[in-house]
């Protein structure tokens, strides 16, 4: 009988392991194009014309040249207290400006799309430039365990932000989608993962998640679309972080949230939406924003990807008041949409402010 009864027991748990693999969602695809470039999970995506794109370009050489009213205020942080943190590991994040993150949990430090650079360019006396200086001072970080890049564009791929931070911390490993790789090597950064959508690695006590999003890349005039981009999830025993790095909106957030969901925070990009006709697929408005927290399963968002450098029409007050009106709509309370100044310490989860800090003049 006690044979039986352990026979029947071990058929039961076989279905239902059975049924569990089943319903499992299936692994992410690595898509390319019939030339072997990297694609979307959608295909190909249709860009805008020269009838859209070439007025754009205009009108940034003439924004550049004339300034931006309404970027977003920022706080003093000498970087005392996030060094003590990375002993004590209170969860905090940090926006250091653009998609630059710091974020402290489980005792690791990480950073995601790291960016000093005043510009976001191919050469330093031209392109778009920093409104306000970076949050914290690179001389002035804590210890870095892991930095995360989201793809190969100057304003999430610095190259001279990335060689600075593997000189300061030799063990720093830094995780960037397939074929990106080489670029850091050639700057003498050896300590680099390459990773696919779905792959995961380690640090500590963190699962370090490479994950689809909906972008594109290119360095120079011949390589679109040779590199691979991704969003990140940090996955550790009492804090999930979802990156969202640099997407238009699409259904694959609903996955990653089946998968991996629900995060106690989902830093989402806010800004360079407009004009809509080019930036529609591969830049997401702030309600698109919005929706992409909800659909990840986030209990809080913090908005970033904006107020940083000069990038598209919209002015740099205009994302966050949309931002914060679309949360609500999403059914987020004020509580859980995140806007802080460029260098404020907030605690994770609650969002509230982690150290006294005090406001500068930032030039209009």
């Known amino acids: 009988m006690a044979r039986w009864a352990r026979a029947l027991v071990a058929a039961l748990a076989l279905t239902l392991a059975a049924r569990v693999g089943a319903e499992a969602p299936p692994p992410f695809e690595q898509p390319r194009d019939t030339n072997g470039r990297f694609t979307n999970l959608a295909g190909p995506l249709e860009r805008a014309g020269l009838d859209v794109t070439f007025p754009f370009f205009l009108r940034r050489i003439g924004k550049i040249l004339s300034g931006r009213d309404g970027i977003p205020s920022q706080v003093e942080n000498d970087g005392a207290f996030l060094r003590e943190n990375a002993r004590a590991s209170i969860p905090t994040i940090t926006w250091i400006g653009h998609a630059t993150l710091l974020v402290q949990m489980a005792h690791q430090t990480f950073v995601t799309d790291p960016m000093w650079s005043s510009r976001a360019s191919p050469v330093p006396f031209a392109g778009p430039k920093r409104f306000h200086p970076p949050g914290i001072a690179l001389d002035d970080l804590p210890p870095i365990d892991f930095v995360v890049v989201s ?18 911390n030799p063990t720093a490993r830094f995780f960037v989608p397939l074929a990106n790789g080489e670029l850091l090597r050639h700057e003498g950064i050896e300590n680099v993962e390459e990773m696919g959508w779905g792959e995961v690695a380690r640090s500590g006590d963190l699962e370090i998640h490479c994950l689809p999003t909906q972008h594109w890349s290119r360095r120079g005039l011949f390589d679109g679309m040779d590199a691979l981009w991704a969003s990140w999830a940090i996955v550790g025993p009492d804090t999930r972080f979802y990156f969202a790095g640099d997407t238009g909106y699409f259904n694959g957030f609903r996955d990653i949230g089946e998968r991996l969901g629900p995060f106690d925070l989902a830093a989402v990009p806010i800004g360079a939406y407009r004009p809509r006709e080019m930036m529609k697929v591969f830049h997401m408005d702030p309600a698109e924003a919005a929706q992409a927290g909800r659909d990840v399963g986030a209990r809080a968002m913090i908005g970033m990807h904006y107020g940083t450098f000069d990038l598209s029409d919209e002015p740099p007050s ?6 914060r009106a679309a949360g609500r709509v999403a059914g987020y309370d004020d509580d859980d949409i995140w806007l802080p100044s460029i260098g404020e310490v907030l605690a994770l989860p609650t969002g509230k ?6 406001l500068l003049g930032v030039p209009e």
């Open 151 to 168: 793809h190969n564009h100057y304003d999430h791929l610095d190259l001279e932000s990335l060689h600075a931070i593997a000189e300061r």
């Open 318 to 323: 205009e994302p966050p008041e949309l931002f």
């Open 353 to 358: 402010p982690a150290i006294s800090q005090r």
